[in-house]
Nanobody
Framework: QVQLVESGGGLVQPGGSLRLSCAASGFTFSSYAMSWVRQAPGKGLEWVSDITSGGYTNYADSVKGRFTISRDNAKNTVYLQMNSLKPEDTAVYYC?????????WGQGTQVTVSS
């Protein structure tokens, strides 16, 4: 059974940091490209960052220089280190796994940036 379980969300003040984790099971994690996608209140899905099976990373301009994606294939986990958080980063953050025609989603974790 495929599972993606996000954790690490919460309430943080502007300028603070959080690290999101996404634990995967039920598929060959190391073969999959992993992404983080977010959805702010009342808005559509926004791609944030991805990391290929080979470890290459990409970032949306809105988070470049502040967020870092990484993966640990031994732990079947992908991370998103978020620094210098802004109120506009408030959203539900989803983990996504993609390989050929296979595409899996987690349930999301809420990140709220507010003073």
């Amino acid at each position: 059974q495929v599972q993606l379980v996000e954790s690490g969300g919460g309430l943080v003040q502007p300028g603070g940091s959080l690290r999101l984790s996404c634990a995967a099971s039920g598929f060959t994690f190391s073969s999959y490209a992993m992404s983080w996608v977010r959805q702010a209140p009342g808005k559509g899905l926004e791609w944030v960052s991805d990391i290929t099976s080979g470890g290459y990373t990409n970032y949306a301009d809105s988070v470049k220089g502040r967020f870092t994606i990484s993966r640990d294939n031994a732990k079947n986990t992908v991370y998103l280190q978020m620094n210098s958080l802004k109120p506009e980063d408030t959203a539900v953050y989803y983990c996504n796994a993609k390989f050929r025609m296979y595409n899996y989603w987690g349930q999301g974790t809420q990140v709220t940036v507010s003073s």
